[in-house]
């Protein structure tokens, strides 16, 4: 068990500690943004704490949202590859279904995005902005398409990888 999460005496949780280390994404900002923030890039307002998809305010200052940053560098926090030769027969629904799941997310979320969908000698790669939203696509993945799910997130980072495939 991680220390600092349970009392070694009781070994009752101490309330107020998720988790003993801290994840950390070197996309996250050390300071908040000064609100209200405007991305110059997708739109995507900082306002009371959090990136929301609202009205650019008159007063707004200019700057750029962890997910298009990551955008503009080509990091993916999370990768979700589709192998076998069923998700090569099945690629445009496979995208398109990624396409939908991200728009559903992306409404109420504006940092969990697709970077891109790439087609590989086996499969499909896609690569997203954030580490939930690959669990959300291989999960939807799986349940309209069935096969194997693998999800693994990084012990020591901010990044997860996940894996279907199916045989035809």
Known sequence: MPQGVFSSR?????????QNDAINDPYQAQQ????????????AVYHHGRWQWAAKPSDAHPGHCPACRRIKDDLPAGVVTLHGAFAMAHK????????????????????NRIIGIE??????VIRTTDIHLPRRLGTAIKRAF???????????????????????
């Open 119 to 124: 087609e590989t000698g086996d499969g499909l």
């Open 10 to 18: 009781s070994g009752r949780r101490i309330f107020g500690r998720a």
């Open 92 to 111: 445009a629904e496979l995208t398109g279904l990624a396409q939908n799941e991200e728009a559903a997310e992306k409404g109420e979320h504006p940092l």
């Open 32 to 43: 908040k943004p000064q609100e209200p923030s405007v991305c110059g890039d997708c739109g």
């Open 146 to 168: 069935d096969g194997d799910l693998d999800i693994h997130f990084d012990e020591g980072g901010y990044f997860v990888r996940v894996d279907w495939t199916r045989s035809a």
